[in-house]
């Protein structure tokens, strides 16, 4: 075989480092996208964040300042006669030295925090009167309770750790599950009351028991809890017939039950909500639909003037190829956000147009889309598409949704067309919320009443989007009185 050299040439796709700058950004949420942005502001001198006032502005502002201040200080003389309890600052204005001046401004932190479940029952066993022992108890119980206020471990798994704790502590005391229990009837009879429960029941029957007046209806109640798997089950026949009370009364039991706190711990759980930032604003103006990009989570960015202006070009020293580096660097991050904001837009607007009747007409009316049809219209790949639509939030005058929310498969109708399988959870979603709730729908009845719309859904379809929609089967709706 005979060896030779020779040229060829030939195209081929490089993932260069300003190209895999600009897809990482684009899979990027605005969150993210703004820790991004503060990482590079730190790292590259001449990448800077414009402000709101233009420099022009802000340089006369602080020239006036500075007027204002040196005025001040230049004064010579004070008023001959001073009125009675005259502060010193009252009329010598002066400016503090720069050790006197704190970097921030100290000021009285007025938020609330609220304090936990366990720091609040631990606060309450301090005050009782318990030996050694049973204050370790009480703390390895208190640090098995969940978020909801349940006992989330056996009562020997908590003798046995006490055990343990005492055994390192070199102390010969034993612990049986019976002190385990009678220091868990303290913590069940403290604020709030059921704290400290192993299921809904006895967390129930502590309430009851802790009411001041003993009613009928509180004994009945207790009688109820007992037989409360038939309750679960909706087995009324069974319910009336073990418990010995008629449908009234089963009736009122059920609802004082319904007045009481089936979780004690719900109260302090935190209530620090994840709140979505939208990307693009979708309003209607002029009977048309119109999508921005939310201008308050657009960065501004520039190129650094006064770093700029000291590259010099045909200086090759290390500190101006450093600076000559770092204005590449900046101006392909900024070239990247705006790509990465421009194609957002496309998608976004794309979208709106396909959706419109939603938008109209609200989630029954969502048509069938996939993200071929966009990324073809739009003419990008499906995998900038799907990158471009991935944590980004849209606002609507029906709520804030997901771009991602707008994809969805098809389903065909009887007339031959297809209907969208979001719309179809929505018509289940309605179905469900206006039926008989002594005779709930069945999957099968659902699937019946869409068929009569033109729907051909089965009825394993119809379970699969209901289960998606977190709704309980037909017997678990079902309401006994």
Known sequence: MKLSVGLKVANS??????????????????????????????????????????????????????????????????????????????????????????????????????????????????????????????????????????????????????QHLLEQMDLDDEVEDDEVLVVLKHIQRLDPIGVGARDLAECLRVQIQMLPEHQVIHVNALQLLEHHHLLISNDLNKLLKQTGLSMSELKDVIQFLKSLKPYPGEAFEGDDSEYQIPDVIVSKKSDRWQVMLNPDVLPKLRVNSFYSNMIKRADQSDDNQYLRNQMIEAKNFIKSIDERHKTLLKVATCIVEHQKAFFELGPESMKPLVLRDVADEVELHESTVSRVTTNKYMLTPRGLFELKYFFSSHVGTSTGGEASSTAIRAMIKKLVANENPRKPLSDNAIATLLQEEGIDVARRTVAKYRESLHIPSSSERKVLI
């Open 13 to 162: 796709l490089s993932l260069t480092p300003q190209l895999q700058q600009a897809i990482r950004l684009l899979q990027l949420s605005s969150l993210e996208l703004e820790q991004e942005i503060q990482i590079q502001l730190d790292s590259n001198p001449l990448l800077e964040k414009i402000d709101e006032e233009t420099d022009a502005d802000s340089f006369q502002k602080e020239e006036t300042d500075q007027q204002e201040l040196s005025s001040q200080l230049n004064a010579d003389h004070l008023p001959d006669e001073l009125p009675v309890d005259t502060e010193w600052d009252d009329i010598y204005s002066h400016q503090t030295t720069a050790l006197a001046t704190p970097e921030y401004e100290e000021r009285e932190d007025n938020r609330q925090v609220a304090g936990s479940l366990q720091d609040h029952i631990l606060w309450q066993v301090n005050l009782l009167n318990l030996s050694q022992v049973e204050k370790l108890i009480a703390h390895c119980l208190i640090d098995s309770l969940n978020s909801k206020g349940f006992l989330d471990a056996e009562i020997s798994e908590i003798t046995a750790s006490v």
